[in-house]
Nanobody, 126 residues
Framework: QVQLVESGGGSVQAGGSLRLSCVFS????????MGWFRQAPGKEREGVAS????????LYADSVKGRFSISRDNAKNTVYLQMNSLKPEDTAMYSC???????????????????WGQGTQVTVSS
């Protein structure tokens, strides 16, 4: 059974940093893409960052480019999201997701992903 578990969320002041982790268990060899998504109350889900597991190719939303960084540790079956220079508008529930489809490039569309974690809350105060 595939399972994704996020951790690392919390409350931080604007300008601060957090690092989110997503541990993947189950059928690990078939993962192609891993992604981080966020959803704030009353807003649509937004793709934040995506990474292709085989070559480390990454993709970021314009809203986080230059501030967030996605990385992977294949030996630990873990994907990270380093978030720097956080802003109040980054406040949301952050979830990681896994895709087993052989997409050629990272993707920020949620419909491309097959499995999802429960999420971890990030709150940024001004």
């Amino acid at each position: 059974q595939v399972q994704l578990v996020e951790s690392g969320g919390g409350s931080v002041q604007a300008g601060g940093s957090l690092r989110l982790s997503c541990v993947f268990s189950g059928y690990t060899s078939g993962r192609n893409l891993m992604g981080w998504f966020r959803q704030a109350p009353g807003k649509e889900r937004e793709g934040v960052a995506s990474i292709k597991m085989s070559d480390g190719n990454t993709l970021y939303a314009d809203s986080v480019k230059g501030r967030f960084s996605i990385s992977r540790d294949n030996a630990k079956n873990t994907v990270y999201l380093q978030m720097n220079s956080l802003k109040p508008e980054d406040t949301a529930m952050y979830s990681c997701a896994a895709s087993f489809v052989a997409w050629s490039y990272p993707n920020l569309r949620g419909g491309m992903y097959d499995y999802w974690g429960q999420g971890t809350q990030v709150t940024v105060s001004s």
